[in-house]
T-cell receptor, first 111, second 115 residues
Framework: GENVEQHPSTLSVQEGDSAVIKCTYS??????FPWYKQELGKRPQLIID?????GEKKDQRIAVTLNKTAKHFSLHITETQPEDSAVYFC??????????FGSGTQLTVLP | DAGVIQSPRHEVTEMGQEVTLRCKPI?????LFWYRQTMMRGLELLIY????????DSGMPEDRFSAKMPNASFSTLKIQPSEPRDSAVYFC?????????????FGPGTRLLVL
């Protein structure tokens, strides 16, 4: 089945700096890659996604890039703010056509 | 819409007891998913339903776990007998269709502690 690796597991940045989280996947059949944000004690919520026919997608301060050849995709957050502090999960579909999640990245934005 | 509703929000029980977690998906959503979240294993898909029918339960850890969806607005996840290693946050999620490109909306989760 699909295997999704996510790095780093923890990330601290100064407010206003950029943050980058990277994921790799194993199943070349994967064609959809969402990112979820989970604040402490809350539910995961979709923040952005990308499909395999697109190399990059941007939504305000958040962007995702996808390299299908290398089987990796990344989340970029610019001008980070304290409210960006949370755990971020990447995910990918596989041949089973259901989401496999990465292990999560704890992002801390320092004021 | 109230979103996905789960109950109870917290459950503390003793080893060997039966535990039943409940979920009400978003009205009109045809697919329902049960996930388990732990520090060690992250978010794991346990089972999912489409139009009330279980499609894939390969993520269910063992026979002590069972799930049902008797109608479009209700699902249960049961653990019998419960063990301390079952302690986790259990999320229910729903989506419009089974296509994984449909956004999954998560419920608030049930935090289970088995003593």
């Amino acid at each position: 089945g699909e295997n999704v690796e996510q790095h780093p597991s923890t990330l601290s940045v100064q407010e206003g700096d950029s943050a980058v989280i990277k994921c790799t996947y194993s199943d070349s059949a994967s064609n959809y890659f969402p990112w979820y944000k989970q604040e402490l004690g809350k539910r995961p919520q979709l923040i952005i996604d990308i499909r395999s026919n697109v190399g990059e997608k941007k939504d305000q301060r958040i962007a995702v890039t996808l390299n299908k050849t290398a089987k990796h995709f990344s989340l970029h957050i610019t001008e980070t703010q304290p409210e960006d502090s949370a755990v971020y999960f990447c995910a990918a579909t596989g041949s089973a056509r259901q989401l496999t999640f990465g292990s999560g990245t704890q992002l801390t934005v320092l004021p | 819409d109230a979103g996905v509703i789960q109950s109870p929000r917290h459950e503390v029980t003793e080893m060997g007891q039966e535990v039943t977690l409940r979920c009400k998906p978003i009205s009109g959503h045809n697919s329902l998913f049960w996930y388990r979240q732990t520090m060690m294993r992250g978010l794991e898909l346990l089972i999912y339903f489409n139009n009330n029918v279980p499609i894939d339960d390969s993520g269910m850890p063992e026979d002590r776990f069972s799930a049902k969806m008797p109608n479009a607005s209700f699902s249960t996840l049961k653990i019998q007998p419960s063990e301390p290693r079952d302690s986790a946050v259990y999320f229910c999620a729903s989506s419009l269709a089974m296509d994984p490109r449909e956004t999954q909306y998560f419920g608030p989760g049930t935090r289970l502690l088995v003593l």
